[in-house]
């Protein structure tokens, strides 16, 4: 049961079970918990979403060709690239000495009001509010440290699925 040796399918659905469960304990946290997402976080929830849903289709598709893999594991891995560099600033901000500013401004429902999409983009990711706060940590890391980690993972975990060698059938 070596999960490096599964099926590119079932490593892809592994993947999006994987980001489904991320995003499951995310919105727990914020119903249950009472955490409310920052704007750096909704993003990383996009991304994480992305994710997913490119395993998926990895997963469901199932190439057989070393090629078709190699896409999924490609395009999966730039994905979680663009969460790695979402909840990098995340943890910049976080890192930041409270008196440099580290906020992320006004709420992301009044900036989609007042700005277009790629303002608000620019905007939320120069991290002005509440994305400095700490709220909770688990074995010392806050959550998008632990976002940071599991973009790593999940991308490296991708390009493993879609260019490891496989064995041929003869017959």
């Known amino acids: 049961m070596n999960p490096l040796r599964?099926?590119?399918r079932a490593q892809c659905l592994t993947g999006f079970l994987v980001c489904a469960g991320l995003l499951a304990f995310a919105i727990f946290m914020q119903i249950r918990?009472?955490?409310?997402?920052?704007?750096?976080?909704?993003y990383q929830r996009i991304a994480f979403a992305a994710v997913g849903v490119l395993f998926l289709l990895g997963a469901l598709h199932?190439?057989?060709?070393?090629?078709?893999?190699?896409?999924y594991g490609v395009l999966v891995f730039l994905?979680?690239?663009v969460g790695m560099g979402i909840a990098g600033r995340h943890v910049y901000v976080q890192l930041l000495p409270k008196d440099l500013g580290s906020s992320c401004g006004p709420p992301l429902s009044f900036l989609a009001e007042t700005m277009g999409p790629f303002e608000v983009f620019r905007t939320v990711l120069t991290g002005t509010g509440d994305c400095g706060n700490i709220d909770w940590t688990f074995l010392g890391l806050s959550m998008p440290m632990w976002s940071l980690?599991?973009?790593?993972?999940?991308?490296?975990?991708a390009?493993?699925?879609g260019f490891r060698a496989r064995k041929t059938r003869l017959f």
Do not use: D, K, N
Not at 62 to 71: I, W
């Open 62 to 71: 199932g190439p057989a060709s070393r090629g078709g893999r190699a896409f």
């Open 149 to 157: 980690v599991w973009f790593v993972l999940l991308g490296l975990g």
């Open 79 to 81: 994905a979680a690239a």
């Open 33 to 42: 918990m009472g955490l409310e997402p920052c704007p750096l976080c909704i």
């Open 6 to 8: 599964w099926s590119f």
């Open 159 to 161: 390009l493993y699925a």
